[in-house]
């Protein structure tokens, strides 16, 4: 990373304190890694987007400078609401990957162009470049972002680490994107670079050799040693041991100072043409379209279904031909319109394949080719099948599962639990147990684990009849809509008497309730204090519908304030409260890292037990963050009282960094409330996915593509603060890839474990293959458990 300044910048994850920063110009705003890369995707992304508009005969004209505007111009007129959350979350996959490579390759000379590692750099970039263009074409939209944006980082570092500014370049070194050449005229080993800096501000320590020469040098980095070869020229800073060895002093533009501030100046100026000429590479190989569905620019909605086809499921395959049929004819030029449709088909023993396409034609074709038969004992492979859908769908999809039969697969339970964590995917379940079949013995009891499932991921687990399955399939219509948002969401199990408020804004429409649960009763009362009873089917505030264990009430408008639901029953019951709205928040939990470029990275897994829990989250509406004021985020126990209030600092670009100090116990959510400046109204959002905290804290790190047919291996940390013993390791990938790894581990309370895991991927693998590994970490007991959950590609050579 790169810069100095008292002004915190940043983009949602890349968040870079104030002591260094990268490209920053004092007392400004500044210009960290994530901000210029940021500042080339949207030019690229506007660029793009008016020549698709242009093509299509329509006008490209954003009504101001936000993203969100942004998204809604380049997606043309059609109606429906039009949320950036999805935008944002893919803006931000390249972001977080730009900005964490200070932390996961901190003393990696080819990251960071450091110690003259200009070949190897060189490497870095050609073969990221090629693994982008790869995971686009088989449509793994996601892995393509993490690696564009830890490319972006080590081509921005060229201009800042080395010398090609001092050497009078006036525009970006185009053979570092290019594969066909060479990096040309690298200064030997032996070749001395620097003259002596004793006081550390010189404006130019190189040698008139190297300049008149036109010989390409970086600086040396020695975070953990000063020693470097003899006349070599230092990196420079607090945290570069061998700057004060002779030749003393650092030639890296990162900070912007009185002697070198026209050399930082160029060299942000080159890093950002530089990052637009590789955006704009990228663009040629895959053309306009991929390149904006790289970029996140796509309707939000996307249909997704996981489908027993055993012979007892001919009413359930029918009825998700019918819905998935009407969907796509129903809201065909309409913002609600799926983006892409996932169908994941399973029986025992066998599940899927996975089809996944843009093409409405497609998946109806698919659909329709499916038939029920087979199924011989009762549990089907619906874990693996569902595996397949999380790991394909982009994150926070809704995935829908039919089924009669409880999973024979059960061994995944925890797999499917840190993937829905990870995607924050939502999961329900429709089931459908048949009355005199031995499919239906002890049903509900069989299906505790999709309840467990369902409620973890914010889902909805419906137990129905065959005969009722097309009322409970509306609430997939429901779902099947762009600018969805969840403004409470909780379950009591045992059940209570108790009250639950919620605050309509004026933004929100189509406002839908869903209870689920058996013998509830409750009252529903409006900010004026009109009431109906869950007696009332059609009543003044909302028509409720009842199929199986589900009650679904559509409120009739949207009368904006806070609301009751007063639960009236002591059985067990959930509540979820969804509408349609611009207004939302993204989020990610994270931990601070220390280095020559600090800040804060990700966490992968469950946040640590022990210590405050941090949070950088990013408000979205239509007109974009500016337009909001956050007022108070708290953790919520999904099914207790406790509520835990966070203090927050306003950031950049919509972003806040939250710090909770009081965390709760048990299972919680994100709750989150603030005012539209707009219209001056109050409103009230919340996430669905369940988190909690851990005493065990996996750490893996993935820098470089599988090759067909070869072993890949990868190693991950296991660290715990809890209970000391054995701890039973599970490593597990979606594509069945053969794999090798230690299955337990011994730690220590506050001590670490290594191991590896081994891929071989097979040699008939497509190149740009997306492989999701899944790694757990289970204490002695079973008590507590986390997990890493990585991307990986295989690319041939």
Known sequence: MIMKSSVPVVALIALVVSRVQAFISVGGSGNTHVTITRSAVLAKIREVCEAVAESEGRDFTPTGPSEEELLHACLGRATGEVSGAKFRTALNQIYKQNGIVDQDFMSSAPHHFNNEAFNEGHNLIIQGTAAIKANVHTDNFQSARETLGRVCHTLQDFYSHSNWVELGNESPYANLIRPDLNIEKIADIAMETCSDCASGTCPNQLLPAILNGKYLTSGYMGLFSPEKPQGKCSHGGETDLSSSHNPRGGISKDESHSYNANLHKHAVNLASEATMELLEDIRGAIGNNNYLRLMGIARSAVLAFVIDTTGSMADDIAEAKRVAFNIIDSKKGTQDEPSEYILVPFNDPEFGPLIRTTDPDVLKSEISKISPNGGGDIPEMSLSALQLALTAAPSSSYIYVFTDAPPKDTHLETTITALTRSTKSTVSFLLTPQSRSRRALSASSQFQMYYDMALASGGQAIEVSKSSISQATDIIVDTSTSALVTILQCSRDPGRIENFPFLLDRSVSNTTIYITGTGLTFNLRSPTGVTQSNTVVNGILGTIQRVGNLQRIQLNGTETGLWHIDMTTTRPYTIKVMGQSAITFI??????????????????????????????????????????????????????????????????????????????????????????????????????????????????????????????????????????????????????????HPSTLSLVSGGSAQGTVSLTPPSNTVSGTDVTLTIEAESPGGSDSNYAVLRLSVLSK
């Open 587 to 740: 989020y990610d939990f994270v931990e601070e890292f220390k280095g020559p470029h600090p800040g804060f990275a990700a966490i992968d897994g469950r946040p640590s037990t022990g210590s405050p829990a941090k949070l950088l989250l990013t408000l979205t509406g239509e007109k974009g963050p500016e337009a909001l004021e956050l007022q108070e985020v708290t953790l919520m126990e999904v099914s207790g009282v406790k509520v835990s209030k966070g203090t927050t600092e306003k950031m950049a670009n919509g972003d806040y960094l939250v710090t909770v100090n009081d965390m709760p116990e048990g299972e919680f959510v994100v709750m989150l409330k603030g005012k539209d400046k707009t219209f001056t109204s109050l409103f009230q959002r919340q996430t669905t996915t369940l988190m909690s905290q851990s005493k065990v804290i996996i750490k893996a790190i993935a820098d470089s593509s599988m090759l067909p047919g070869q072993e890949f291996k990868l190693s991950f940390t296991v660290t715990t603060n809890g209970t000391s013993g054995t701890y039973t390791i599970r490593a597990r990938n979606d594509k069945n890839i053969p794999m090798k």
